[in-house]
């Protein structure tokens, strides 16, 4: 009996954790939501901007470590300040775009959670999908979870806000982007700063 | 015809020079676009928004010279009046 007890006490816990947890949206209407590529080149490095996020992500401010889903890139957003290099980019030598429209992290786990305030860093774990080739990646990311802040954005709703920030490097040869050409000219290395934030209404 | 190609050659010269010089001269890609900053106050996150704007580079300003050096080249393609 004692041993049924705990363990329902120990399945209310974790119900509890579930119930907790808030969806957060990641779809922007203010299309501030924003991914920044950096990659060194010839007389300057080359910068570009994708605004087209979207996907979920579940957060629980009382267990961040609980933290799990999807952030989705439209490949097709991304811009940079010459339109003939942009053209290149979404071409089918780099990201073709036409055949694999989508960028994808999915979150799998959660480690070395610190939290301060309303301030967590963590590093997730999961999986990126660049181009149709997926890779197991480890990403440093901070949280802010803003409470009852999502009216201040959007006046017409009550909810939370959750801000994801991350900077982290992948290699366009591991992704099939372009492989094994033009290192020379530009960089196998490609630095990548997301800022997005999420709203979930109540 | 020579000096009319070496006075196209020289007015290329001189415009693109002068192009590149008057629109900030940007020692990097030519720009079709510029992007600006732009910041949530909410959420604090800045995102770059791009406006239609020709910035010529150093690529726009070799190609104007080269074009420059083939209009002044060929001028001695032609003989002198006699």
Known sequence: ?202 | MRTLLRAVALVIVVGVLAFWFFTGMNRGWTKTSVAHKEKDPVTEIEVDRYEKKFVPGLDFLAAGLALAVLAGGSSFLFRKKA
Do not use: C
């Open chain 1, 1 to 202: 009996m004692k041993k049924f007890t705990l363990l329902l006490a120990a399945v209310s816990l974790n119900l509890a954790a579930f119930v907790n947890a808030e969806t957060f949206d990641f779809k922007d209407p203010k299309g501030v939501n924003n991914v920044v590529f950096r990659t060194d080149a010839p007389l300057e490095s080359i910068n570009g901007t994708a605004t087209g996020v979207s996907g979920t992500v579940e957060f629980d401010p009382a267990n961040p470590g609980s933290l799990k889903g999807k952030i989705v890139v439209d490949a097709a957003s991304l811009r940079v300040p010459n339109s003939m290099m942009q053209g290149h980019l979404q071409g089918p030598m780099w990201l073709d775009v036409k055949q694999f429209p989508e960028i994808s992290f999915e979150a799998a786990s959660v480690d070395n959670v610190k939290t301060d305030g309303n301030k967590t860093t963590a590093d997730v774990t999961g999986t990126m999908t660049i181009k149709g080739v997926s890779h197991k990646i480890t990403v440093p990311v901070q949280l802010t979870y803003l409470k009852d802040k999502l009216k201040d954005r959007l006046p017409m709703l009550q909810g939370d806000l959750l801000v994801i920030r991350a900077k982290f490097t992948v290699k366009r040869s591991d992704y099939g982007i372009n492989k094994g050409q033009g290192e020379d000219k530009v960089s196998d290395d490609i630095a990548l700063e997301l800022s997005i934030a999420g709203q979930s209404p109540h």
